[in-house]
């Protein structure tokens, strides 16, 4: 098995991505709107300060999930002898930022490890499919095992009066380490939805009882944690519809 290998330049592409989607993290959790003036006062204001440490915040725990994730499928391709590659997706990220700021919603899509190989079988692509969602479930544990031994707190005044104790945000404060453990559960998550081009579709597949078992230890987990609830499967489950029928619309 060949090293991971990461160029200059794929070092700066997934630095680019991992700033990128943080910042746009930071901007729909500080609850700024471009509409009445509270996006232009979080950068000309003392908020200043505070967005910067929810930005840090973010790169932790969203940047941290999103790279240690697509490592996972590259090197899960390395593996198996292919050739994989980060690829900035710079429409993606402009997308994103602007979603973030004119709709205060978050589409995803800084970029991704692109596999060259001449020959990639089925149950090894939805390994290799599987390997960046696993990464996921283990921040988890780990942010969730630091939550225990050395908590985090910090309280910020975008999240007074906030309650989202699910996320790690309550009584003004975010608790860094259950805020990236639920962040890194909703990655996986999200990921699992079996619609192309999602990991989920590669991994249901080459084998519909591994979806499900994987599915399963996901959503146990955050149970478990206390990271989700019965609104989020909900959620999920039309996030999972919606994202089958667009899937089925743009690929057939």
């Given at each position: 098995m060949e090293g991971i290998d990461l160029s200059a330049d794929e070092v700066f592409q997934i630095g680019i991505s991992v700033l990128a989607i943080s910042f746009a993290f930071a901007l729909i959790f500080s609850g700024a709107s471009i509409y009445d003036g509270t996006l232009l006062k979080l950068f000309t204001s003392s908020h200043r300060g505070e967005f910067f440490v929810l930005t840090v915040v973010s790169i932790v725990s969203v940047g941290t999930g999103f790279v240690l994730h697509e490592m996972g499928h590259k090197l899960a391709a390395i593996y198996y002898g292919a050739k994989a590659r980060f690829v900035m997706w710079t429409?993606?990220?402009?997308?994103?930022?602007?979603?973030?700021?004119?709709?205060?919603?978050?589409?995803?899509?800084?970029?991704?490890?692109?596999?060259?190989?001449?020959?990639?079988?089925?149950?090894?692509?939805?390994?290799?499919?599987?390997?960046?969602?696993?990464?996921?479930?283990?921040?988890?544990?780990?942010?969730?095992?630091?939550?225990?031994?050395?908590?985090?707190?910090?309280?910020?005044?975008?999240?007074?009066?906030?309650?989202?104790?699910?996320?790690?945000?309550?009584?003004?404060?975010?608790?860094?380490?259950?805020?990236?453990?639920?962040?890194?559960?909703?990655?996986?998550?999200?990921?699992?939805?079996?619609?192309?081009?999602?990991?989920?579709?590669?991994?249901?597949?080459?084998?519909?009882?591994?979806?499900?078992?994987f599915l399963m230890a996901l959503i146990g987990t955050g149970l478990i944690f206390g990271l989700i609830g019965i609104p989020y499967l909900i959620m999920w489950v039309i996030l999972l519809i919606i994202a089958i029928v667009l899937s089925k619309m743009a690929f057939g």
């Open positions: 429409k993606g990220l402009l997308f994103m930022l602007f979603t973030a700021v004119f709709f205060g919603v978050l589409f995803a899509a800084p970029g991704a490890v692109y596999i060259f190989a001449d020959k990639i079988k089925k149950r090894e692509n939805g390994i290799i499919s599987l390997a960046g969602p696993i990464v996921n479930l283990l921040i988890v544990l780990v942010f969730m095992g630091l939550e225990a031994v050395a908590p985090i707190k910090i309280y910020l005044s975008f999240f007074n009066g906030v309650p989202m104790e699910g996320f790690g945000i309550s009584g003004g404060a975010i608790y860094v380490w259950r805020f990236g453990a639920a962040i890194n559960l909703v990655l996986g998550l999200f990921n699992m939805i079996p619609a192309f081009p999602l990991d989920g579709s590669k991994v249901f597949d080459w084998s519909k009882p591994y979806w499900a078992l």
